[in-house]
């Protein structure tokens, strides 16, 4: 069973080496990931500083808003902007690759 799993896990990663459609889809994935990463840690001190210091000056959110909610917004935001910058990312990066002219296409195109 193992032998079969590491086999197979080998066989997919030589056909995506080998399947420019793949490769592609791969780096436009990778592209997403990093894009989305630096949007979220923009945005994560982006709000950080307004949050911590609402808390410290506003009598209000000093008394409504304990360390737990504080994190929440933080953390909402962050990941907010992690997976809309991502998936534009991943959207312009297809739609860029697909406008390319390549003339060996329609050997890996699926009927």
Not at 20 to 47: N, Q
């Amino acid at each position: 069973m193992a032998k079969n799993l590491a086999q197979a896990f080998l066989e997919r990663k030589n056909l995506a080496s080998h399947d420019p459609k793949v490769a592609m889809a791969k780096r436009c994935a990778k592209e997403g990931v990093i894009a989305g990463a630096k949007a979220a840690a923009i945005a994560s001190v982006a709000t950080a500083i307004p949050t911590l210091a609402s808390v410290r000056m506003l009598p209000w959110a000093k008394a409504h808003l304990n360390h737990t909610a504080q994190a929440l917004i933080i953390s909402t935001v962050a990941g907010a902007a992690y997976f809309i910058v991502a998936d534009k990312t991943v959207l312009a990066t297809a739609r860029r690759n697909s406008f390319k002219q390549n003339p060996n296409t329609e050997a890996y195109e699926l009927n």
